[in-house]
Antibody
Framework: QVQLVQSGAEVKKPGASVKLSCKAS????????MHWVRQAPGQGLEWMGM????????SSAQKFQGRVTMTRDTSTSTVYMELSSLGSEDTAVYYC???????????WGQGTLVSVSS | EIVLTQSPGTVSLSPGERATLSCRAS???????LAWYQQKPGQAPRLLIY???SRATGIPDRFSDSGSGTDFTLTISRLEPEDFAVYYC?????????FGQGTRLEIK
């Protein structure tokens, strides 16, 4: 069965960076894109970007360009998302979600809470 | 960027009733690239319907969608207790991928 298992909660200070992981299993890792979506407390869903695990190409929302880096390790079927220059507004639950060209997000990780506070 | 506006923000209904949730896009999108998700407290979103009325695995047929162009609707024909949650629409045909702000479906 398809599973996306994310790394544990993080607490960071303003200005720091955070690197989250999402380990995929139960399917061919390189056959689907992986997206990152975040949700601030009590708020809606916000798409951050995606990575194609096959070649490593990425695309991100303009809001996060220059601040987000998405990478993958095909040997461990893991994708990573690093967000830099954190501010309090980055406090959120971060989800990875499997998708593909022309397909929505059919499997989601359990989410990782990132708290940014001085 | 395609902005999706969902209405109402909150709807209060009783089990057994019919729910109609709306999603309006700022520009025309293909129904092939419109999806609906359900999210319960403390859980990740779950895909319900996508690509012009395709239900995701395990989704009961009381969930259906309709619409075209800029106006889309998610209908739950007969509410079950487990259906009370927040629902989001999403367009995934144009970058950036965007979500509506959500409709909270609460028990009356």
């Amino acid at each position: 069965q398809v599973q996306l298992v994310q790394s544990g909660a993080e607490v960071k200070k303003p200005g720091a960076s955070v690197k989250l992981s999402c380990k995929a299993s139960g399917y061919t890792f390189t056959s689907y894109y992986m997206h990152w979506v975040r949700q601030a407390p009590g708020q809606g869903l916000e798409w951050m970007g995606m990575i194609n695990p096959s070649g490593g190409s990425t695309s991100s929302a303009q809001k996060f360009q220059g601040r987000v880096t998405m990478t993958r390790d095909t040997s461990t079927s893991t994708v990573y998302m690093e967000l830099s220059s954190l501010g309090s507004e980055d406090t959120a639950v971060y989800y990875c979600a499997r998708g593909d060209y022309d397909l929505p997000f059919d499997y989601w990780g359990q989410g990782t809470l990132v708290s940014v506070s001085s | 960027e395609i902005v999706l506006t969902q209405s109402p923000g909150t709807v209060s209904l009783s089990p057994g009733e019919r729910a109609t949730l709306s999603c309006r896009a700022s520009q025309s999108i293909s129904s092939s690239y419109l999806a609906w998700y359900q999210q319960k407290p403390g859980q990740a979103p779950r895909l319900l319907i996508y690509g012009a009325s395709s239900r995701a695995t395990g989704i009961p047929d009381r969930f259906s969608d309709s619409g075209s162009g800029t106006d889309f609707t998610l209908t739950i024909s007969r509410l079950e207790p487990e259906d009370f949650a927040v629902y989001y629409c999403q367009q995934y045909g144009s970058s950036p991928i965007t979500f509506g702000q959500g409709t909270r479906l609460e028990i009356k």
